[in-house]
């Protein structure tokens, strides 16, 4: 059982928590995004269990009436290991989640991970369209890869970035990470030739701005955030907007709530509250 100072920000340790979970956002009319929690594995052994954990997820979602979708990262699923693995591993997922009709999303990683995420969401978005990939606003390639990905059937998620990048490939400077993330929500919203316009982001001008878009070019969108941030937000959006939560599990919890712990003051306060208050 995971303690409960990281509940906040992690449904529990199995997948009949994080469902629960979604249970509860549907009473809010907050849709879910479930991520079973790994990374950066180099072992067949632990890849094939998440491969396994995700196909089950895929199957007992299918089952229920729950507006949840499922988000993996490349290194869970073998690009840890190397590419081949990496793009059958998403195929069985995909297999899966196509027969049981969910959506699939692929997060993003590190730079030295886009381009193999990006061939495999190509490969398999042009065969089963319910499909999603993250782009980061900090690198420099994006404006490129958003070019690629309008032209294809499938959903971009926009986000700022969440990795340490180097000046020759990233913007590191928060007002420019900023700026690109407006110019590249405009593109977005007025260029996507297929699907809906995913913005990942707890930042409110970003998600004004994207409104203001919504109006002005009509493109569908949802808005993204994370379990435990700004939930009083995600639950006034959700009266007027489409609204999924980002919802971990698992029992690697641990690395995750530390991270989202030390990203802001006010989660260090809260937690060290938390400690205190026991
Ligand atoms: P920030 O730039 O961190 O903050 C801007 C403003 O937002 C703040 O000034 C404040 O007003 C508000 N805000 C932000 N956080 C809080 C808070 N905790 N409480 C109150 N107000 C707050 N990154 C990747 O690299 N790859 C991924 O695949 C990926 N997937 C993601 C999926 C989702 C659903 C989300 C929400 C994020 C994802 N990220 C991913 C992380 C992302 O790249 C950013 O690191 C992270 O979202 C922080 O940027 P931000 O736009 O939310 O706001």
Redesign the pocket.
């Known amino acids: 059982m995971i303690p409960p100072i990281a509940s906040r920000f992690v449904a529990g340790e199995t997948q009949a928590e994080a469902l629960e979970h979604a249970r509860q956002l549907r009473d809010r009319e907050i849709h879910t ?1 479930c991520n079973v929690l790994g990374e950066h594995h180099h072992e067949r052994r632990a890849v094939s269990a998440d491969v396994d954990r995700y196909r089950q997820l895929c199957r007992d979602i299918g089952r229920t009436d729950l507006e949840a979708c499922v ?1 993996v990262k490349p290194t869970q699923i073998g690009l840890g290991i190397d590419e081949t693995t990496f793009m059958e591993n998403l195929g069985a997922i995909v297999g899966t989640a196509r027969d049981m009709g969910v959506f699939v999303w692929i ?3 590190d730079r030295t991970t886009t381009d193999a995420t990006l061939n495999a969401f190509e490969r398999f978005v042009t065969e089963y369209p319910e499909m999603g990939v ?1 782009i ?1 606003a900090n690198l420099q390639r994006t404006e490129d890869d958003l070019r690629r990905l309008v032209e294809l059937p499938g959903t971009v ?1 926009l ?5 340490d990048e180097p000046k020759n490939v990233a913007y590191t400077d ?1 007002s420019a990470v ?1 700026e690109q ?1 407006r110019t590249h929500l405009k593109y977005l919203f007025s260029e996507t030739s297929t699907g809906a316009v995913a913005v ?7 998600i004004d701005r994207a409104i203001e878009l919504h109006d002005a070019y009509g493109t569908p969108f949802e808005i ?3 379990m435990g ?2 939930e009083d937000a995600q639950a006034a959006l959700a009266a007027e907007h489409d609204v ?1 939560q ?1 919802v971990p599990y698992g029992k690697r919890w641990a690395s995750y709530f530390f991270r989202r712990v030390v ?2 003051r ?2 260090l306060t809260f937690a060290l509250r938390a400690i205190l208050e026991r």
Not at 159 to 163: F, I, L, T
Not at 200 to 206: E, F, I, K, L, T
């Open positions: 995004i988000s997060d993003m990683e993250c980061q998620r986000v700022k970035g969440a990795y928060r900023n993330y990942g982001s707890h930042d409110p001008q970003m993204q955030m994370l941030v700004r999924y980002y990203e802001r006010e989660n």
